[in-house]
């Protein structure tokens, strides 16, 4: 499990900066030919599933804990 802290960061790194990223990279590859356009996207793409996986995970064992500890 994340700290509290740590856990709103990566949730506002997968939730915000890395779509925000891979559209604006993706943008910009169209518009001025920059190289490797999907590749990069497809990269960011993955790693922010990756995230949001890690992070559905701890909330799920957060969620159990604190059902465990009310009963």
Not at 14 to 28: E, H, I, M
């Amino acid at each position: 499990m994340f700290s509290n802290r740590i856990y709103d960061i990566l949730k506002w790194i997968a939730l915000v900066v890395l779509p925000a990223v891979g559209t604006l990279y993706f943008s910009l590859a169209q518009i001025w030919g920059f190289p490797y356009g999907e590749e990069i996207v497809g990269t960011i793409t993955a790693i922010d599933l990756f995230l949001g996986a890690l992070l559905g995970i701890s909330t799920a064992q957060y969620n159990k804990v604190k059902k465990d500890d009310d009963i």
